[in-house]
């Protein structure tokens, strides 16, 4: 017989009645004196499905032995109406099939543990309700992802993992070789972004996205920053600042409107368990335009604040984390995009604005998290390219093929990455990045 997922059991009222099959994994067992209550989850949705197990079925008491907390089990029964308040069906089986047992030493007993525990067994954690309610979320946001681009005629294109360019100037490589010889030919680097690569491909299919794995080899042991992470990339032609800003503004209200209508219980559980604000948070999004803000007048409200800084804050500098979170939590309340930064403190590959002092970029920054979103306008000129090439001390010569871009058929294009763990962690409200990743690497930290 066709196995079902609990949640189509539960949610599918027409099969009260029906004979059905569900497998999954036992969270609890409740023994009364003529028949246990069985929690089963099979990953379809936090809550569990009932199963109440009587007395009168064959081999009962062998049978109870076996299933414990953990254990994977199949069961093939009737759907009922449920007697008991919060859930309207059960299942009555007929037939229960213990698959694998989970011996006493089956770590996930308790109800609750820590996070910093739940990462030291990166292997069960998938088995909890927050990391399964964090795994559904984000699923559910690569999926709404490719539809949101996909609906607007962009194209995906799979950037290279291996590159042998550093996109951002920064130096924060990871190199890739093997022991004995330099297998390429040339130093080679895990890539920090496809975004040089995929404007090659915005230069002819017009707008695209790349959807990958990035590295990033610098020591930060914060809540916000990962060695391997996810980055979503579009990169528009024909476009400027302002149609990079509307598409980062439109991208994150669509991804926002589409997990509020899809992952509900996932959500709920997440306002009950982790942040009670998440609704609110959420619907302001939906409700409000995302806001916006030049640096220069930023750091106006910085200095007008009266808040006290650790770190210092004036033109020309880089805006550090609480300054960022200052603007989005307190002052703003919600996103917010800051545009038009110092040229001396972004990459070589923006646009420089006219005043020849600020380049048109973009960061959008959340409540909760700080930058989610870093963008610009690209430099399209070939000769203030190769200028601004130069003034960053690059080498020439490698970034031939990308000037080339601006030599042949140059135009107006523009772009954004968005960091994938950030967007969960702003839609979950989950507190560290290293909790929303499968699997997360953070120096010192590679489990499997
Ligand atoms: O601002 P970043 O460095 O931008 C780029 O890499 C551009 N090439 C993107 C583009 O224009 N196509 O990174 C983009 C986003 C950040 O806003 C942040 O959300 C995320 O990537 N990010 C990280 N997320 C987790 N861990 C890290 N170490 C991250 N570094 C950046």
């Known amino acids: 017989m066709k196995k079902l997922k609990t ?4 949610e599918d009222l027409s099969l009260i009645g029906k004979h059905v099959t569900v497998a999954g994994w036992v969270r609890t067992v409740r023994k009364q004196s003529s028949f246990s209550f ?3 989850n099979d990953g379809s949705q936090v809550s569990n499905l009932q199963i109440v197990i009587e007395e009168s ?4 008491q062998e049978l109870m032995e076996k299933i414990q907390t953990g254990a994977a089990i199949r069961v093939s029964g009737v759907v009922m109406e449920s007697p008991a308040k919060g859930q309207a069906v059960e299942i009555k089986p007929d037939l229960v099939a213990v698959i694998g047992e989970a011996p006493s030493d089956f770590p996930l007993q308790k109800k609750r543990h820590s996070f910093e525990y739940l990462r030291t067994i990166a292997h069960l954690r998938p088995r909890t309700n927050t990391m399964g309610a964090v795994t559904r979320v984000r699923s559910r946001l690569a999926f709404a992802t490719h539809k949101f681009f996909q609906e607007r005629g962009f194209q995906y294109i799979h950037t290279p993992i291996i590159t042998s360019l550093d996109c951002e100037g920064a130096g924060e490589l990871f190199h ?6 330099k297998f390429f030919g040339k130093n080679a680097y895990l890539t920090v972004s496809g975004q040089l690569n995929v404007e090659a491909f915005a230069a002819a299919m017009s707008d695209v996205y790349t959807f990958g794995p990035t590295f990033r080899a610098e020591n930060s ?5 990962l060695a391997e992470f996810w980055m979503i990339e579009p990169e528009i032609s024909f476009a400027n600042l302002e149609d990079d800003m509307a598409l980062a503004a439109d991208f994150l209200r669509y991804l926002v409107v589409d997990v509020l209508e899809n992952c509900r219980e996932d959500l709920t559980f997440f306002s009950q368990y982790i942040d009670p604000s998440l609704f609110e948070r959420l619907q302001f999004v939906v409700d409000k335009p995302c806001q916006r803000v030049s640096y220069t007048d930023a750091i106006k409200i910085l200095q007008d604040s009266k808040q006290e800084f650790v770190f210092p804050c004036s033109w020309g500098l880089d805006l550090q984390s609480e300054h960022e979170r200052f603007l989005a939590e307190k002052h703003f309340k919600g996103p917010v995009i800051i545009y038009n930064y110092p040229a001396a403190i972004k990459a070589f590959y923006m646009r420089l604005n006219d005043d020849q002092k600020t380049v048109a970029a973009m960061d959008l920054l959340v409540p909760g998290v700080g930058e989610l979103i870093g963008g610009s306008q690209r430099e399209e000129r070939y000769d203030v390219l190769l200028q601004r090439i130069k003034d960053a001390k690059l080498k020439v010569e490698e970034y031939e ?3 080339e871009l601006r030599k042949f058929g140059s135009n107006p294009h523009a772009g954004f990455g968005l960091g994938f ?3 969960v962690q702003y839609v979950t409200g989950m507190e560290n990045i ?5 699997y997360p690497r953070s120096p010192g930290n590679c489990a499997y």
């Open 221 to 225: 042991n914060t809540s916000r920053h």
């Open 7 to 10: 949640k189509q059991i539960k």
């Open 421 to 423: 763990e950030r967007l």
């Open 434 to 438: 290293r909790d929303v990743i499968p």
């Open 176 to 181: 890739v070789d093997t022991p004995k010889e």
């Open 38 to 40: 069985v929690e089963l």
């Open 401 to 403: 093929w990308y000037l």
């Open 57 to 60: 079925l064959p081999n009962y």
